[in-house]
DNA sequence: GGATCGATCGGCT
DNA sequence: GCCGATCGATCCG
């Protein structure tokens, strides 16, 4: 299966997040395919988005967000949760996706020693879940996930057609009313579950 | 099913 | 010093 080439992820960020569904996130850990289907995405677009960690302009922590399309964003939030982003459009402008869901696919029996046992419906359903079943950390900041040699890359899957993606607001988002309407959330509707446009990604 | 709360680190309005 | 693009436990109904 054919990986995504950079050009797939230096375009529009509402594109790329609506594309990348059904694209298929693949982790190679010792050697093993830990693999899932990306079935839930938010984008973060610009300074301007009052929900980006790019609201206050370019730190240390954010740069990657800032840098070349193709390349991972790994934050480590609330003391306790490493999440992960893909960045897009051109170098300098601040835009990302997060993915927050993926179907696991392949090394399902190591995402759940890696997930501690807990139920598999909750192994990679929620964007903390995902990095821990995946191994992710913040070593996985910056990386690119076009180079030949990358342990963390995205390959074609199979693209998800209209009828079964819903949009709907970003989760986790407060404060701002653009922030909080802006419809920048995409998920695949899994046999009529997963269809809750607003609250409650979980489960 | 839903609401609430504590955990626990690091980056910074 | 404060608080977050979350999670899981716990309580209530």
Redesign the pocket.
């Known amino acids: 299966m054919a990986r995504l080439a950079r050009e797939f992820f230096a375009r529009d960020t509402l594109t790329v997040a609506r594309d990348l569904l059904g694209r298929v996130l693949v982790r190679l850990l010792d050697g093993q395919r830990l693999s899932g289907r990306i079935v839930e995405v938010?984008a973060?677009i610009g300074e301007d988005d009052l929900?980006?960690?790019?609201r206050?302009?370019r730190?240390?922590?954010?740069a990657a967000?800032f840098g070349p399309p193709g390349h991972a964003?790994v934050?480590?939030?609330?003391?306790?949760?490493h999440?992960l982003?893909l960045v897009t459009e051109r170098e300098g402008f601040p835009a990302?996706v997060?993915l927050r869901a993926l179907q696991p696919l392949e090394g399902i029996e190591r995402m759940r020693t890696l997930?501690g046992g807990?139920p598999d419906h909750?192994l990679t359903s929620?964007?903390?879940?995902?990095c821990?079943a995946l191994a992710l950390d913040r070593q996985f900041d910056r990386a690119d996930l076009c180079a030949p040699d990358s342990l963390l890359f995205v390959e074609e899957g199979r693209p998800v057609d209209d009828a079964n993606v819903v949009v709907g607001p970003?989760?986790?988002?407060?404060g701002d009313l653009a922030a909080i309407s802006a419809p920048w959330r995409f998920l695949v509707r899994v046999n009529g579950e997963n269809a809750r446009p607003s609250q409650?990604?979980?489960?």
Do not use: D, K
């Open positions: 938010e973060y929900a980006s960690h790019a206050c302009g730190t240390e922590r954010n967000m964003y934050y480590f939030i609330y003391g306790v949760h999440c982003n990302a997060l997930r807990l909750q929620g964007p903390g879940r995902l821990q970003r989760i986790g988002v407060r409650s990604a979980r489960r």
